[in-house]
Every structure is written in C-alpha cells, then in structure tokens.
C-alpha cells in the first residue's frame, strides 16, 4: 500500500467511486491544452477559429455633437459634453442625459462653451477616443466679431 502524501505529491488521487486513479487529477502541465482541443472537437468547432470576442473591429465612424466644457488644464484636450433627451419609463417625461468625452485638439483652439462636432478615432491616449472635427458655433468668437464691427462702425 502506498501512503497518502506519496499520491498527493504525484497527484494520483484516487475516486471515491473506485479504486482507480481520477482523471481530472493526473494532468500534467500540457494535457488540460489537448484536451481543450478535444472538447472542441466533440462540440464541432475548430481550435483554430477564434471565438467572436476576441476578433477586434474597428469602430464605425461617430461624430456626436456637444458643447466643450473644460479646456486648458491639458494640452491638446478638451471635455465635451454630449446631451441626448430619453423617455422616463414609468412617468414619460424626457430627462436629459449627458456624457464627458475627452477630445484631441490639436491646435489648441476651443474655447469653452464652443458647440462643436467630434468624431471616433483610435485611441489618442488611455482615455481620448475623439478628435474635434468641426466648431459649429464660438460665443467669444461671435462677440469678438461684433466688437470689431462695432469699432469699425463708430470710427
């Protein structure tokens, strides 16, 4: 009879059902791969193929339209706030939802409160997916032209 440490130590422990060594307790380091592989093969899929989570696709292109919030603080970004209206499921009333998304500025030109179109693209930084594709609307702009007018006008 052979002592219990010395199955422990070779991982032959045996069933309680039977007297024979358990299966699922002898494999060695490359066995639970093969046998992956067999279950694969019961169930009819290939292990070549790659499950559908793992494929990565890119993102469809996305341009989302808001209003810059916070400017400034980093160099080349820029906050902006994107609003959407949903539907209360039991009052029906419309709620305003927002969202911050951090978007690449290149040269620096928003300003805050600047109503602007921003697009997907691939990762800038750890959190910056979206780069500004257009100032639709500048507030300080607009005010800087009036007073120029106005200038030109009173000269």
């Given at each position: 009879m052979v002592?219990?440490?010395?199955?422990?130590?070779?991982r032959l422990i045996r069933c309680?059902?039977?007297?024979?060594?358990?299966?699922d307790r002898m494999l060695s380091?490359?066995?639970?791969?093969?046998?992956?592989?067999?279950?694969?093969?019961?169930?009819?899929?290939?292990p070549s193929l790659k499950p559908a989570a793992t494929v990565s696709t890119p993102m469809p292109p996305m341009s989302l339209k808001g209003i810059v919030t916070k400017v400034g603080?980093?160099?080349?970004?820029a906050t902006v706030t994107v609003s959407r209206w949903v539907l209360h499921k039991?009052?029906?009333?419309r709620i305003e939802r927002s969202k911050k998304y951090l978007t690449h500025?290149?040269?620096?030109?928003?300003?805050?409160n600047d109503e602007v179109l921003i697009?997907?693209?691939?990762p800038v930084s750890a959190r910056k997916r979206f780069t500004l594709d257009q100032i639709l609307r500048s507030p300080e702009t607009q005010h800087e032209l009036t007073h120029k007018d106005a200038a030109t006008l009173a000269n």
């Amino acid at each position: 009879m052979v002592s219990t440490s010395y199955l422990y130590k070779t991982r032959l422990i045996r069933c309680k059902e039977s007297r024979r060594p358990c299966e699922d307790r002898m494999l060695s380091s490359a066995q639970p791969i093969a046998r992956a592989e067999q279950t694969l093969e019961m169930i009819g899929t290939s292990p070549s193929l790659k499950p559908a989570a793992t494929v990565s696709t890119p993102m469809p292109p996305m341009s989302l339209k808001g209003i810059v919030t916070k400017v400034g603080v980093m160099k080349k970004t820029a906050t902006v706030t994107v609003s959407r209206w949903v539907l209360h499921k039991q009052t029906g009333k419309r709620i305003e939802r927002s969202k911050k998304y951090l978007t690449h500025d290149q040269n620096n030109i928003l300003r805050i409160n600047d109503e602007v179109l921003i697009r997907n693209c691939p990762p800038v930084s750890a959190r910056k997916r979206f780069t500004l594709d257009q100032i639709l609307r500048s507030p300080e702009t607009q005010h800087e032209l009036t007073h120029k007018d106005a200038a030109t006008l009173a000269n």
